[in-house]
Structure formats: C-alpha cells, structure tokens
C-alpha cells in the first residue's frame, strides 16, 4: 500500500531478460536502504525487491505486468518515480494507491503555466466512469487530482516541487505512463455493477 507521495526517483542500470520477464538493476538514494522481499512502488508499479547490491535493487518484472504497464517500455538510463510501502503510523499525505495499475494512459497535451504545468491524458473509454472531477488520480505513482474531464479525457495540474522530484518532467505528448484509478471509486463501482 502507498500513498503516491513519491520519495525520490531512481536510474535504470541495466536490463536484463530471462524468459518472458524483464529484470531491473536500480539505483537509487534508497537502494540500500531497501530489503529483498520489500514491495516498493516503481513508476505506480508495485514490485518486489528481489537482490541487492552497490547501491542499486534488482526487481523482476513478470509478463502478465508487462503488458498492463508502461515498464517494457523502459531502458538503461530512464528515470524511475520511487515510493516505499506506505507506514500506518503516519499521515496519508496523497491517497490511497495499491501499486496495482489498471491501464496505460497517453499524454495528449503539455501545457506551461507560468510557473506550474498541466497534463491532458487520454484514456481507454471503459475507464472514465473512475474519473471524477477533483477526485483522485495515480499516474507513474503519483498521486494527483484530475480535472477537466472530457469524453475520454482529464487533466492534471503539477506544482514546481512536483515537477522537480518526480520523473513527470520527462512526459510529452504521446508519451505513455501508468495509470491507477481511486481505489473507492473501483469498490463503488463494482458494487453498483452487483446490486
């Protein structure tokens, strides 16, 4: 469980494939603080620590993620979003994010604002009923609030800080990321399709 309240961003080192699988050697300012079996959130994705060594963690990502995530995509030198599991003795300072993504989103428009910017993202149609104005959105892990939401479509306004620590810099048009709706909003909806 995390909060989309990303920590600090990591460097793909190397890639390697074993079968249908992608293993990720990355490092990080919290690699070594990280342990093997630890869940840490990659770019909205939930993923396991599975060895670790010279400041850098290694994860294996398997097919079934491959294909709902962005992370095939990546190459030795992105730059990676990271957030540890979030702890229940602290405040929720984002929204509650799973690290379960339900769907790649597109970047459709980029627009500078003078001193903040805003992200139009395109969406598969059978998601928009999990967007709602102001409501709760988690893109490449981080947690952000949606507005102008069109057909298939909403928006995302980021803040200097946000923009500075997060890989959210590097999306333009036609870039894809992750995307992960409001863990409410799946429950209300699936309980309306029930009852």
């Not at 469980?1 to 249908?20: D, L, P, Q, R, Y």
């Not at 050697?25 to 603080?33: G, L, R, V």
Request: proline letters at 1%.
């Amino acid at each position: 469980m995390f909060t989309g309240i990303i920590e600090t961003t990591g460097v793909i080192h190397s890639i390697a494939s074993n079968k249908n699988n992608l293993s990720f050697w990355i490092e990080s300012s919290i690699s070594n603080e990280l342990s093997i079996d630890q869940s840490v959130s990659h770019d909205g994705v939930c993923l396991t620590v599975d060895e670790l060594a010279n400041n850098r963690h290694r994860v294996t990502v398997i097919e079934e993620t491959l294909a709902k995530t962005t992370l095939g995509n990546y190459k030795q030198g992105d730059e990676i979003n990271l957030e540890r599991c979030m702890q229940m003795n602290g405040r929720l300072d984002g929204h509650i994010v799973q690290g379960h993504v339900d769907a790649r989103a597109d970047c459709i428009d980029v627009e500078e604002k003078n001193g903040s910017w805003e992200y139009r993202f395109q969406i598969p149609a059978e998601f928009m009923h999990l967007i709602i104005e102001k409501g709760s959105v988690c893109i490449n892990g981080i947690s952000l609030t949606a507005f102008d939401i069109k057909f298939n479509s909403f928006k995302v306004a980021i803040i200097p800080y946000t923009y500075g620590h997060t890989n959210i810099r590097h999306i333009q048009n036609s870039s894809a990321v992750n995307i992960e709706f409001d863990i409410i909003g799946k429950y209300l909806a699936r309980f309306r399709e029930v009852f």
